[in-house]
């Protein structure tokens, strides 16, 4: 079976670590033979490279440019795939010819978020779904926020590789490359973006460091922190600690209690956020707001709590019961691994992918 996925990149990214992992684990069946399509040369997920995957680099010299239909249309053409697999909404529409000139069929998993207001759809948008002959989704919430058509449909939830969690650095040099010395450590692992909301997280940590002195508050993630920093007084800027890109995030996650998602929900709704699955694969009860997709990972109650937009006090009091309760602590974070490995576990991601697949066989 011969599959060609298409994607503008593979820089950082939930989107992008989900194909990497998925042709990963395709790999291990003989029956597939992939080729990998892409309009830029950034590739932050190296093990790409050293796949069984010819991967073909469309570079656009500007940001709609026409010859990319035609040499995707050449690429397929000489390859023959049993379908295409896009996976974002302009390379869905680069590939809408191909699809129609050659009679290939299109899977298509450009929803990867749950927008808040997407009303009335963009004609961009009519256009992939209307050409699509599966539409993928990682979330229920991501298809109902586009009113994505029910007949062909699915979601197929991220998978979570636990080989990512093996190898972490010990938990003392990560406390002491970031000076960390307090009993407890919270986090929110996010880009410092409009999307995010760090103004919830940091007014919370502002509140429970006025009444509890033993915790560090992390934020970790790409992008110009500057305003968030001078939110800050002087007095708590060693207990509020902007950490900015990682590599070893995983290793950060796990001298954590707790993990922590704030978003912005006027303009973003999350999908399956990447950094709540990794907060739950290290057993670590996890505080959301009611943004998208985020209720699908959070029973509230079970394995941590869903709380209102913006809502910082009842932020600040989740987090100091879940620090001052070993037992409720330890309780969520058992919760949150199970529902991980049951429901969000890369076999099943692998699993769900490989029976749509199936049916062009």
């Not at 449909?153 to 590789?161: A, L």
Request: glycine share 4%; aromatic share 10%.
């Amino acid at each position: 079976m011969k599959i060609l996925f298409f994607i503008e990149s593979l820089h950082s990214g939930g989107k992008e670590r989900r194909l990497t992992e998925l042709i990963k684990g395709l790999l291990l069946y003989d029956q597939f033979e992939i080729e990998l399509v892409t309009t830029k040369k950034d590739i932050n997920y190296k093990e790409i490279l050293d796949m069984d995957v010819k991967i073909h680099y469309l570079l656009r010299k500007k940001s709609r440019d026409p010859k990319v239909f035609i040499q995707f249309f050449k690429i397929a053409w000489r390859f023959k795939p049993d379908f295409i697999h896009v996976w974002g909404r302009m390379v869905a529409i680069y590939a809408i010819p191909t699809k129609l000139l050659l009679n290939i069929p299109m899977i298509n998993s450009e929803i990867t978020d749950a927008p808040p207001n997407i009303l009335p759809p963009e004609p961009s948008l009519k256009l992939t779904f209307k050409f699509s002959d599966i539409l993928l989704s990682n979330s229920l919430a991501g298809l109902k926020a586009y009113n994505a058509p029910k007949e062909k449909s699915k979601v197929i939830y991220n998978g979570f590789d636990f080989n990512r969690i093996e190898n972490l650095i010990e938990k003392k040099i990560i406390r002491d490359q970031f000076k960390i010395t307090t009993r407890y450590v919270v986090a929110m692992v996010a880009t410092f973006s409009s999307k995010k909301d760090y103004t919830t997280f940091i007014e919370a940590a502002k509140l429970v460091l006025s009444e509890k002195d033993d915790v560090s508050f992390l934020c970790v993630g790409d992008g110009d922190f500057s305003k968030y920093f001078e939110m800050v007084p002087n007095t708590m800027k060693n207990k509020i600690l902007f950490l900015g890109k990682q590599k070893d995030v995983e290793s950060i996650m796990n001298i954590c209690d707790l993990g922590v998602l704030t978003s912005n929900s006027d303009e973003h709704g999350e999908g399956i956020s990447n950094a709540l699955m990794e907060f739950m694969a290290f057993k670590k009860p996890v505080i959301a707001n009611d943004n998208g997709g985020n209720i699908e990972l959070v029973a509230n109650n079970v394995n941590g709590y869903i709380i209102k937009d913006k809502d910082f006090i009842d932020l600040s009091r989740k987090v100091r019961n879940l620090l001052q309760d070993d037992e409720l602590r330890a309780r969520m974070g058992i919760e949150s691994f199970r529902r991980i490995n049951k429901n969000f576990h890369i076999e099943n991601m692998i699993k769900g992918f490989k029976e749509i697949y199936d049916k062009y066989e």
